[in-house]
């Protein structure tokens, strides 16, 4: 059974950071693209960043470029998310994804498995 499992959530004041971490158990995706979405209450689910296989490619949205980084270590089957500067408007639920392709993608429905989400707070 595939399992993705978030972990580094928490309450944090504007202008601080976390590392997200997102643990992937029952399948290796070494060869696939990662992602992390995010969802606050009462707005649909969004994008945040993605990465290519090797690590070597990544896209964020524009909203956090030049904050956030995503990164992984494929030999630990893990992806990570270093969110730095924060702004309460980053408060939400982050969710990790892994999709089956090959290409990174930024849509919520071209990614196949969800993690149940970590919750990041940001107090102003």
């Known amino acids: 059974q595939v399992q993705l499992v978030e972990s580094g959530g928490g309450l944090v004041q504007a202008g601080g950071s976390l590392r997200l971490s997102c643990a992937a158990s029952g399948r290796s995706f070494s060869r696939n693209p990662m992602g992390w979405f995010r969802q606050a209450p009462g707005k649909e689910r969004e994008f945040v960043a993605a990465?290519?296989?090797?690590?070597?490619?990544?896209t964020y949205a524009n909203s956090i470029k030049g904050r956030f980084t995503i990164s992984r270590d494929n030999a630990k089957n893990t992806v990570y998310l270093q969110m730095n500067s924060l702004k309460p408007e980053d408060t939400a639920v982050y969710y990790c994804?892994?999709?089956?392709?090959?290409?990174?993608?930024?849509?919520?429905?071209?990614?196949?498995?969800w993690g149940q989400g970590t919750q990041v707070t940001v107090s102003s």
């Open positions: 990465i290519n296989f090797s690590g070597e490619s990544t």
């Open positions: 994804a892994a999709r089956l392709g090959v290409l990174v993608a930024t849509i919520r429905t071209d990614y196949r498995y």
